[in-house]
């Protein structure tokens, strides 16, 4: 009997690994690695133009990226903390830039969404998700990366919960004096 469940189970993880279910999505980067340099246009009508260049600021400056869209409403309580640590240590080198996962049906709603909430950094827009399939394969919103003046990635995290902005707001301060 024992064989037999242990033969079931062998042919059931052999056709999950064939069809890519046992492995989760692959991402370019996970803590301790450097995050792949990328460059998106900032969301129509959103608090800054032109384009965002991660590969401006690897090595560089502390960057917080946040992969969000409009209809998360975590997302929609994560962002403006993560606006409070932007102007508390900006010039001390903080970027903080905000990569909607929003599609062409719901894009509009992103600079009206950033408007209400008040944020100033860059907000991008990722419609043919290259930059999300990347670094968040499983498009989770919020997904959040923390990358230190190095360029690695220190910290990734998948949720947000209010009990958590003290962890963040510590966690931030850190990766800014982090040298």
């Not at 460059?39 to 690897?58: K, S, V």
């Not at 560089?60 to 993560?82: D, G, N, S």
């Not at 919960?161 to 962890?167: H, K, N, P, W």
């Amino acid at each position: 009997m024992l064989r037999a469940l242990t033969s079931t189970s062998a042919l059931l993880l052999t056709a999950a690994l064939f069809v890519g279910l046992a492995a989760p999505p692959h991402a370019d980067a996970r803590v301790g690695g450097r995050p792949p340099e990328f460059e998106l246009p900032a969301i129509p009508g959103g608090p800054t133009q032109g384009t965002f260049d991660m590969g401006d600021h690897l090595g560089e400056h502390p960057v917080v990226v946040i992969f969000w869209a409009t209809w998360c409403e975590p997302c929609k309580q994560q962002l403006p903390l993560y606006q409070r640590l932007y102007e508390r240590y900006h010039e001390q080198g903080l970027e903080v830039v905000a990569v909607s996962m929003d599609g062409a049906e719901t894009i509009a709603r992103a600079a009206p969404t950033v408007s209400r909430l008040g944020l100033d950094f860059p907000v991008v827009s990722d419609l043919d998700t290259a930059v999300t399939s990347r670094l968040n394969p499983r498009r989770g919103a919020p997904f959040t990366i923390w990358v230190d003046r190095s360029g690695r990635i220190v910290h990734e995290r998948e949720g947000f919960t209010l009990a958590e902005r003290d962890d963040i707001a510590r966690g931030v301060a850190a990766l800014v004096r982090r040298r």
